[in-house]
């Protein structure tokens, strides 16, 4: 069965405290893994794709990486802004998206 | 600005009432897709479509509907035989020709009352 996982639940974290969240994924294939960040009461903004192990991507204080397992979600000094709830999808195949539960940040200024 | 626009923000909703919430993306986007989202879940796919005049039921179609008559259109109605209604959703939209990412719609909070 296709499954996402996305750990801790929730994590809090002082204004420039960098830490890392998890995504481990069990899959049948997969055709890209995706991480959104969610704003209380607001839709997912789109962040990052990465399709093949060993792929980064970055962008501003956020880095991405992928293994066959898993991918990882780097925060490198948050700031209080950076709060909201990250989620990670998978594509197991076309037009299928399987949702993690998200990990809700805090960050204290 | 390219995006997907979704109505009402918050809707209320007596028991044995069907409601429609509205998706309209200019995304020029073919495939389209209902989400709910309960707290403590992953985001569970309602129905999708991936051209005008078709659609597949997701995961949870049971007490939803939708139609796909226009490309940039793809409302969804809940009717009175969804038994707990009461939830976030969101719309959102995807290029068809690869499995890339989401674009998603602000939501609507559906209340039953």
């Known amino acids: 069965e296709d499954q996402v996982t996305q750990s801790p639940e929730a994590l809090r974290l002082q204004e420039g405290e960098s830490s890392s969240l998890n995504c481990s994924y069990t899959v049948s294939g997969l055709r890209g893994l995706f991480w959104y960040r969610q704003d209380p009461g607001k839709g ?7 399709y093949s ?9 956020l880095k991405a990486t992928l293994t066959k397992k898993e991918s990882f979600l780097h925060i490198t000094a948050p700031k209080p802004e950076d709060s909201a709830t990250y989620l990670c999808a998978v594509a197991p ?6 949702f993690g539960t998200g990990t809700r940040l805090k960050v204290l200024a | 600005d390219g995006g997907i626009t979704q109505s009402p923000k918050y809707l209320f909703r007596k028991e044995g009432q069907n409601v429609t919430l ?3 993306q200019n995304l020029n986007h073919d495939a389209m897709y209902w989400y709910r989202q309960d707290p403590g879940q992953g985001l569970r796919l309602i129905y999708y479509s991936q051209i005008v005049n078709d659609f597949q039921k997701g995961d949870i179609a049971e007490g939803y509907s939708v139609s796909r008559e226009k490309k940039e259109s793809f409302p969804l109605t809940v ?3 969804q038994k707990n209604p009461t939830a976030f ?5 995807s290029a068809w020709q690869y499995t890339g990412e989401l674009f998603f719609g602000e939501g609507s909070r559906l209340t039953v009352l």
């Not at chain 1, 997912?44 to 990465?50: D, I, K, Q, R, S």
């Not at chain 1, 192990?53 to 970055?58: L, R, S, T, V, Y």
């Not at chain 1, 195949?93 to 399987?98: A, L, N, P, Q």
Request: net charge negative.
């Open chain 1, 44 to 50: 997912p903004e789109f962040l990052f794709t990465l």
């Open chain 1, 53 to 61: 192990a060993g792929e980064e991507k970055e962008k501003e204080r």
């Open chain 1, 93 to 98: 195949g076309t037009y299928k998206y399987i």
């Open chain 2, 22 to 24: 509205s998706c309209e």
């Open chain 2, 79 to 81: 009717t009175s035989a």
């Open chain 2, 89 to 93: 959703y969101l719309c959102a939209s």
